[in-house]
């Protein structure tokens, strides 16, 4: 069962992750405008994944026996410079995710609650990968620059990431 701090701190996380996901989408929805399909679907996967994220907390919360509880979600940035200005806001912004995931760990593990430290353990993992995909693509956007012939070498690239749902996306 889950403490009444410790639920709040999971429908919070649930509302990150669903800002995550309504991010993700405004800047596939800025690369789609700008003809950047490869990106646009590379954001947009991203969406999906996010979603699916916070679902998996949402699931998590009702089989610990506690209540969901759904707050706003604030209206995401739109002002992107760049490319490579979306993927330093989108490391920036898992370099976030990455420490609410660590605050979760750390207070489930206050509260002596396995269970709960066990099941963010996935999260803890996730980020890994996040932020090793934005510096891997952070890295080509600079190293290309403002290259016409290199943007649309990445773009293409981008353009074939697939959406997988976890296995144990309740």
């Known amino acids: 069962m889950l403490s009444k701090k410790m639920t709040d701190?999971?429908?919070e996380q649930?509302?990150?992750?669903?800002?995550?996901?309504?991010?993700y989408m405004a800047m596939s929805a800025h690369s789609e405008s700008k003809g950047l399909k490869g990106f646009a679907n590379w954001f947009m996967v991203q969406y999906h994944e996010e979603m699916s994220h916070a679902m998996k907390i949402y699931h998590y919360i009702h089989e610990q026996g506690a209540e969901v509880s759904l707050k706003a979600?604030?209206?995401?940035?739109?002002?992107?410079?760049s490319v490579l200005d979306m993927f330093e806001k989108t490391l920036a912004h898992e370099q976030f995710i990455t420490k609410s995931i660590n605050d979760l760990v750390d207070l489930?593990?206050?509260?002596?609650?396995?269970?709960?430290?066990?099941?963010?353990?996935?999260?803890?993992?996730?980020?890994?990968?996040?932020?090793?995909?934005?510096?891997?693509i952070i890295d080509k956007l600079k190293m290309i620059g403002d290259?016409?012939?290199?943007?649309?070498m990445v773009d293409s690239h981008l353009a074939?990431?697939?959406?997988?749902?976890?296995?144990?996306?309740?």
């Not at 489930?108 to 891997?136: G, P, R, S």
Request: glycine fraction near 2%; charge should be negative; charged fraction near 25%.
């Open 9 to 11: 701190a999971l429908n």
């Open 14 to 23: 649930v509302n990150r992750e669903m800002y995550s996901a309504y991010l």
């Open 73 to 81: 979600i604030a209206e995401p940035s739109s002002d992107f410079k």
């Open 108 to 136: 489930a593990m206050a509260e002596k609650d396995h269970a709960t430290t066990i099941f963010l353990q996935w999260y803890v993992t996730e980020q890994i990968e996040e932020e090793a995909n934005d510096h891997e």
């Open 147 to 152: 290259s016409p012939h290199g943007l649309f």
């Open 160 to 170: 074939s990431r697939k959406f997988t749902p976890p296995a144990s996306e309740g």
